[in-house]
């Protein structure tokens, strides 16, 4: 499980190759609220009422600022992919603690 894990994150990258090579423009599902209008031609009302609800904690899978170039920005999207496995897997750890805390008592 942990090298499958470990082969998703280091793929994560083709998120930015496969958008460019099929002409897709962004990743499916990360639209910004500018491209559902200009795609669909209206601002759904959820999107709109939420859209500043959440900040990413890693914007744009980016850790520096300005535009970088693809190294640097697939170098981000790995980081990130591993960044999100350890904050699941310390939530779960957690989790798995306090209910083996639970049965115990």
Do not use: C
Not at 31 to 46: A, I, M, R
Not at 72 to 94: E, H, N, Q, R
């Amino acid at each position: 499980m942990w090298i499958a894990i470990a082969v998703l994150a280091v793929l994560s990258p083709l998120g930015l190759f496969l958008p460019d090579y099929f002409g897709a423009g962004e990743a499916w599902g990360e639209w910004s609220l500018e491209t559902v209008k200009e795609q669909t031609g209206y601002e759904p009302e959820g999107m709109k009422k939420d859209a500043d609800l959440y900040d990413a904690p890693v914007p744009d899978y980016s850790f520096g600022e300005g535009e970088e170039n693809l190294a640097k920005k697939s170098v981000g999207y790995v980081g990130s992919a591993v960044l999100g496995v350890g904050i699941i897997l310390l939530f779960t750890l957690g989790a798995f603690r306090l209910a083996m805390q639970k049965d115990r008592a």
